[in-house]
């Protein structure tokens, strides 16, 4: 299993990125695929999920109304659409996979990591 993550760039405050995560080894519309981010000094925290069946999606409280995450099933890729982007969104993003249908915050659950992609919002 591997996960790519891409996407990452400077931007302004109230700007756009989306991010990529492309996976080989599993499928994404099978699996639970979630979004970390690590601040510099700061621990990694969860940011989103989406999950297998439905393609239910979760979000933190910080991002919810600007972050959106999707999927596009043929292309085995799991996207994080970040609008209205602020100073403190700044981060390296992580995405993590795990089997199934999983809802959980914690890095211990998910099995299955990309490499980060760094994102960086001025103000």
């Known amino acids: 299993v591997q996960l790519q993550a891409s996407g990452g760039g400077l931007m302004q405050a109230g700007g756009s990125l989306r991010l990529s995560c492309a996976a080989s080894?599993?499928?994404?519309?099978?699996?639970?695929v979630v979004w970390f981010r690590q601040a510099p000094g700061k621990e990694r925290a969860w940011v989103s999920s989406?999950?297998?069946?439905?393609?239910?999606?979760y979000y933190t409280n910080a991002v919810k109304g600007r972050f959106t995450t999707s999927r596009d099933s043929d292309k085995n890729t799991v996207y994080l659409q970040m609008d209205s982007l602020k100073p403190e969104d700044t981060a390296v993003y992580y995405c993590a996979a795990g089997e199934g249908a999983i809802i959980s915050p914690s890095t211990d659950t998910y099995p299955y990591w990309g490499q980060g992609t760094q994102v960086t919002v001025s103000s």
């Open positions: 080894g599993f499928r994404v519309n099978t699996n639970t």
């Open positions: 989406i999950l297998n069946a439905d393609a239910s999606a």
